[in-house]
């Protein structure tokens, strides 16, 4: 499997991104799929969520109310959109499959990087 995430880049704090995940080895509509960040010093977090048989979400509190996970109509790209950024949001993004990540059988991308300037 290989994970091909782009989108990040360099805001200032109250700005918007929309990052996109794209994947070959695995198809988006066999697996529910999430969006991940790493900030330097901290521990990976799943930030948003997306079930493939009901399409529901969820998001971590940190970014609850500001995120939209969402995907094409294809099946091919999944995004991640944050709005009002902060700082607090600078990390490195990645997608991946929560099914995998937990059982330590996920293979990750390189990730986008997002930095949040004040």
């Known amino acids: 499997v290989l994970l091909v995430e782009s989108g990040g880049g360099s805001v200032q704090a109250g700005g918007s991104l929309k990052l996109s995940c794209t994947a070959s080895?695995?198809?988006?509509?066999?697996?529910?799929m999430g969006w991940y960040r790493q900030a330097p010093g901290k521990q990976r977090e799943l930030v948003a969520a997306?079930?493939?048989?009901?399409?529901?979400?969820t998001y971590a509190d940190s970014v609850k109310g500001r995120a939209t996970i969402s995907r094409d109509s294809a099946w091919t790209t999944i995004y991640l959109e944050i709005d009002s950024l902060t700082p607090e949001d600078t990390a490195q993004y990645y997608c991946?499959?929560?099914?995998?990540?937990?059982?330590?059988?996920?293979?990750w991308g390189r990730g986008t990087q997002v930095t949040v300037s004040s």
């Open positions: 997306m079930t493939v048989r009901s399409s529901s979400v």
């Open positions: 991946n499959a929560p099914s995998l990540v937990v059982r330590g059988w996920a293979s």
């Open positions: 080895g695995l198809v988006f509509n066999t697996e529910d």
